[in-house]
């Protein structure tokens, strides 16, 4: 399995500068690089086409661990490790498929646990894994646990609260039995990146962005060694948030990582590739990960036109994939 070159203040390293951000230092681990539906797309194979879809025809023979096609819904996990040596656990984002990203990538990875959780918005395919949190937390028949930590916004607060009334509920109603649950202490963010917050030791500034002209979603910067910014859905980006992330604004990103539905055309609520490759023109980060991705898109193949893209633009630019794990000094 491919990994990225590790980063540190900024820098890409060499094989004989990894000591200090090795196996012991802190890590991006992509657990979900694919779109709602993740990858394969079903309809490829239970209503099969003529000839089949190459990416999807091929998850059935590829072990999902050896194919960088196999996407599940956009997440990622920082491996946060402070100043005395001390791993916390942060997960952005826990959509429908993060069972599965839990049993291939924790036990992969050796993820033991998470300590806070934090969501761009309340669509399905980053909140719809709430209910399988139990599975990382302790054992305890009565919830008797320290919850975990989420942030989100208010709005994100009030759909939580409709779709998963028993994850919100503060104590049990008279004669209702107890039954075990995710346990987590909700904890409102503001939509704006002058308001940041603290998730287990790590700064985090909101990224207000539209994902369709009717919804505001957030993507996140964190890191100080290191700056990243983490935008996994996204149709437009107003221009305070840009500039925030900008080289020629407020100071250029070590890496962006950022939504990318389809290889060609536009589409109304995600960037496709034609307009994410303009905004990192814009942006102008040192490397960029891209995320979010179909079934159009053939990781091996399309890495090598990026690759030709980035050599002309200055801009280190691929795709991202299930697994990826990228040391990084934040």
């Given at each position: 399995?491919?990994?990225?070159?590790?980063?540190?203040?900024?820098?890409?390293?060499?094989?004989?500068?990894?000591?200090?951000?090795n196996?012991?230092?802190?890590?991006?681990?992509?657990?979900?690089?694919?779109?709602?539906?993740?990858?394969?797309?079903?309809?490829?194979?239970?209503?099969?086409s003529?000839?089949?879809?190459?990416v999807?025809?091929?998850?059935?023979?590829?072990?999902?661990?050896?194919?960088?096609?196999?996407?599940?819904?956009?997440?990622?996990?920082?491996?946060?490790?402070?100043?005395?040596?001390?791993?916390?656990?942060?997960?952005?984002?826990?959509?429908?498929?993060?069972?599965?990203?839990?049993?291939?990538?924790?036990?992969?990875?050796?993820?033991?646990?998470?300590?806070?959780?934090?969501?761009?918005?309340?669509?399905?395919?980053?909140?719809?894994?709430?209910d399988?949190?139990?599975?990382?937390?302790?054992?305890?028949?009565?919830?008797n646990?320290?919850?975990?930590?989420?942030?989100?916004?208010?709005?994100?607060?009030?759909?939580?609260?409709?779709?998963?009334?028993?994850?919100?509920?503060?104590?049990?109603?008279?004669?209702?039995?107890v039954?075990?649950?995710?346990?987590?202490?909700?904890?409102?963010?503001?939509e704006?990146?002058?308001?940041?917050?603290?998730?287990?030791?790590?700064?985090f500034?909101?990224?207000?962005?539209?994902?369709?002209?009717?919804y505001?979603c957030?993507?996140?910067?964190?890191?100080?060694?290191?700056?990243v910014?983490?935008?996994?859905d996204?149709?437009?980006?107003?221009?305070?948030t840009?500039?925030?992330?900008?080289?020629?604004?407020?100071?250029?990103?070590?890496?962006?990582?950022?939504?990318?539905?389809?290889?060609t055309?536009?589409?109304?609520?995600?960037?496709?590739?034609?307009?994410?490759?303009?905004?990192?023109?814009?942006?102008?980060?040192?490397r960029?990960?891209?995320?979010?991705?179909?079934?159009?898109?053939?990781?091996?193949?399309?890495?090598?036109?990026?690759?030709?893209?980035?050599?002309?633009?200055?801009?280190?630019?691929?795709?991202?994939h299930?697994?990826?794990?990228?040391?990084?000094?934040?």
């Open positions: 399995m491919e990994n990225q070159n590790p980063v540190q203040n900024g820098n890409i390293l060499d094989g004989n500068s990894l000591a200090a951000v196996g012991d230092g802190s890590a991006l681990i992509f657990l979900g690089t694919g779109c709602s539906s993740a990858v394969p797309n079903v309809r490829c194979l239970i209503q099969p003529d000839p089949p879809c190459p999807c025809s091929q998850s059935l023979s590829i072990p999902p661990d050896r194919n960088p096609n196999y996407r599940c819904n956009t997440s990622l996990l920082i491996d946060y490790c402070s100043v005395n040596g001390v791993h916390n656990y942060i997960i952005i984002d826990v959509g429908k498929t993060f069972r599965e990203q839990v049993l291939r990538w924790f036990t992969f990875h050796k993820i033991p646990r998470i300590d806070s959780i934090i969501l761009t918005h309340e669509h399905a395919d980053a909140i719809l894994g709430l399988d949190i139990r599975a990382v937390q302790p054992y305890s028949p009565t919830n646990i320290d919850p975990t930590a989420i942030y989100l916004t208010q709005y994100a607060m009030d759909s939580v609260a409709t779709k998963f009334p028993y994850l919100v509920q503060k104590k049990l109603r008279e004669g209702q039995e039954r075990r649950v995710a346990q987590l202490d909700w904890k409102i963010i503001e704006h990146y002058e308001k940041p917050f603290v998730a287990s030791g790590l700064k500034f909101p990224l207000p962005v539209m994902h369709g002209e009717d505001l957030l993507g996140y910067l964190f890191g100080e060694k290191c700056k910014a983490y935008i996994s996204v149709s437009r980006f107003p221009s305070n840009e500039y925030v992330i900008s080289k020629n604004g407020a100071g250029q990103l070590d890496i962006l990582i950022l939504d990318c539905l389809y290889k055309g536009s589409f109304n609520v995600h960037l496709c590739l034609p307009q994410t490759l303009e905004a990192l023109k814009r942006i102008c980060p040192k960029a990960l891209l995320i979010g991705m179909t079934h159009e898109f053939d990781h091996h193949k399309d890495n090598e036109f990026l690759r030709e893209w980035s050599e002309r633009e200055g801009i280190h630019v691929q795709l991202a299930d697994g990826l794990r990228v040391p990084i000094d934040l």
